[in-house]
């Protein structure tokens, strides 16, 4: 079983950039869709990026243009490039590997592992 840890959260002001990063355990991620959640504090859980495990990549609304998902095989890591971030970005930020089908790329429901989260605040 793939295990996930994530680093590289903390505090940024706004209009800066934070690469967050994703390292697997356990397993190669190179089998999996890898993906990036976040969850604010009183707010639901949300989508903001995902690469597949045969190479798309999706985004969501707000995160496009701005940021950018990788994965390094060889380094077993993903990444989460943020840039121009802005208050609202403000939340727990979890990688998460899923083996599900890809018309579910965007959801939480069919991930398989999940990270511990990293903290992203960023100061207006």
């Known amino acids: 079983q793939v295990q996930l840890v994530e680093s590289g959260g903390g505090l940024v002001q706004a209009g800066g950039s934070l690469r967050l990063s994703c390292a697997a355990s356990?397993?190669?991620?190179?089998?999996?869709?890898m993906k990036w959640f976040r969850q604010a504090p009183g707010k639901e859980r949300e989508f903001v990026a995902a690469?597949?495990?045969?190479?798309?990549?999706y985004y969501g609304d707000s995160m496009l243009g701005r940021f950018d998902i990788s994965r390094d095989i060889p380094k077993n890591t993903a990444y989460l490039e943020m840039n121009s971030l802005k208050p609202e970005d403000t939340a727990l930020y979890y990688c998460?590997?899923?083996?599900?089908?890809?018309?579910?790329?965007?959801?939480?429901?069919?991930?398989?592992?999940w990270g511990q989260g990293t903290q992203v605040t960023v100061s207006s």
């Open positions: 998460a590997a899923d083996a599900g089908p890809i018309r579910n790329i965007r959801d939480a429901e069919t991930v398989a592992v």
């Open positions: 356990g397993g190669s991620i190179e089998f999996y869709h």
């Open positions: 690469h597949s495990s045969q190479g798309g990549y």
